[in-house]
Structure formats: C-alpha cells, structure tokens
C-alpha cells in the first residue's frame, strides 16, 4: 500500500512538472522523472518508516534517511534509465499516444521497486526477513516469466 500510494503520488508529480517543463524530448523528461521521483523519495521514507517497516527497531529513526536515499538514488537511476528506454525505445507513443510518458515512468518504478525494496528491508529498516522475502518474491516473478 505504501508503495502504491508513493508511486501514485511519483506519477502525479511527473506529469506536473512535465507539463511545466513544456517541451517533450528526453532532457525533459529526464528532467521531470528526477524531480518526481526525488519528491516520491520523502513520501516514501515517511510511509515506510512509520507503516511498512514500523516493528524493526531501526525503522524509528531519522538516521535511517541518509541511507534510504541512497537506495533511493539507486532507484532512481534505475527509474531514469528504464523510463528512457520505454519512452524513447520503443514506439510507444505510437501504440498509446500521450499515455505513453506516464506508462514508462509508471512501469520502470514497478520495475525499480523489485530492486529497491530489499535493499530498504535489509541496509535501510534492518528487516531481514522482509527483505528474504521480497527476494523470493523477485525470483519466483521472474522464473514465471521465462515459463
């Protein structure tokens, strides 16, 4: 739940500071994804501090955040550089016209979660079995993929 609504509220700040960024090219939008998702970086710490991980005794401090945004800056790239080739490598904009900024950015933080939240559970909010979990989660979605 958290991570949807700080994914939700990532989307809602790209296409805002897309719009006010105007012009539609790849600096721009890379542009707008850094923004938005430096801005889901704070929601998501708070959410996660206080629901998600709110039993593991590191998750009660403020301490927590330097680290959190270093995993968030992993993300981030990762967002960044899946966004890119889902926009701009592929003719999405051809199949889902304007839709398609959003979709990539939407689906390459999906994708970014599957990195960013073990890595949260275990360095971040110390929760190594949340994180054991999350990785069997990440392989067995991607062993049904190959099947």
Known sequence: MVG??????SIAC?????RLLGT???RHY??????AYLAGIAVSFVLNQRFTFSGA???RSWSRFIPFVVVALVGLVCT??????LRYGLPLTALIGKSSAP??????TVLASLITYPLNALFVFGNQSSATRAMR??????????A
């Open 57 to 59: 005794p590191a998750a």
């Open 24 to 26: 539609d090219d790849p």
């Open 103 to 108: 979709v990539a950015f939407a689906a390459a």
């Open 14 to 18: 790209r296409e805002l500071f897309g």
């Open 80 to 85: 960044w550089l899946i966004s890119l080739a």
């Open 137 to 146: 989660a990440t392989v067995a979605t991607s062993r049904a993929g190959r």
């Open 30 to 35: 890379s542009i707008s994804v850094v923004l």
């Open 4 to 9: 949807t609504i700080a994914g939700l509220l």
